[in-house]
């Protein structure tokens, strides 16, 4: 009974959209390694390779970055929710979940499941920049349909066309996260959408699941620490105190991977390539030497335990760099992870059955109604 607790190594479906090989640190995406995937393609580019199957030539990723680009406007209902959400001042992820359903009031929701898959990955930024801005005393920006979609995010959140550097990296993020095999939100989503519901309804679902801190994971915390360091001088003494105390070392260690985190690796170049080329060296500096020293304290404190560094680390450093509050790491995830949740459920809709697991009853049996009188 125990290894089935959670649905642990239960197959639930097929699907050709990713493949997480924990023990051999592999993620691909649609066939590709995330490595060679992310740092070179469009987030369009990626997206379309998971609602279709195969990379889009030049025509078809126009058509398809239009596509997006036309539905980035929000519902007048969508936005009156965000203002009265930033009065209570709802944390970001309630924003975003309440938020999504509301895109069902949008002109073009309907019936198709591929235009709502275009209206949920297209609005998505919208929403979170919007959200943003009212919670910073601003008003939301009307989106441009002359820039991509890493670079529209940018904009809606600061109001200035951003440098192509910025872009690279935010675009390497999305690519990075955008899907990774049955997580919980994803599974959320397929079981939504097996039932036959839409897409949308499905997806809020998943940011649901998103939301919570087991699935959602803790960036912010991972920056936390190399700032509370500060010194490279001072990892050492740091990190040691904290693994005695018992403390997790946020950003190593990942329920999947046994090896290093693959992702890890490829946001790793990435942060590097962004502070070089700008950006806070000393900071990237300090974040490569605590990294070091805690995977080092790491393997002497826990040996047989394969701690290594997850995606967690070096998302908080990039995203930081980028210019984003850590009340943006999750929501800047879901970003780019609406495009997986969608590809998922177009997956699931086109081949899939209703998902409909069993479970094991260990309750009582054989009790018998007692009468209230005589309860007691």
Known sequence: MDGKQGLDGVVAATTRLSSVDGEAGVLLIAGFPVEDLAPLATFEETAYLLWNGALPDAAELAAFSRRLAGRRALPEATLALLRAAAQRRAPMMDALRMAAGTLSLGAQAGDDPQEDAATLVA???????SYWRLLEGKEP????????HAASFLYLLAGEEPAPARVRGLETYLNTVIDHGFNASTFAARVIVSTHSDLVSAVTGAVGALKGPLHGGAPGPALDMVFEIGTADRAEAVLREKLARGERLMGFGHRVYRVRDPRADVLAAAAERFYQSGGDVALYQLARSVEATALRLLREHKPDRP????????????????????????????????AGWTAHCLEQLAHGRLIRPQSEYVGERDRRWVPMEARG
């Open 141 to 148: 920006l009307a989106p441009r349909q002359d820039l991509g």
């Open 307 to 338: 701690l290594d560094t997850n995606v967690e680390f070096y998302t908080a450093l990039l995203l930081h760099g980028l210019g984003m509050p850590t009340e943006l790491f999750t929501p800047t995830f879901a970003i780019s992870r609406v």
């Open 123 to 129: 609005a998505f930024p919208a929403i979170v920049a």
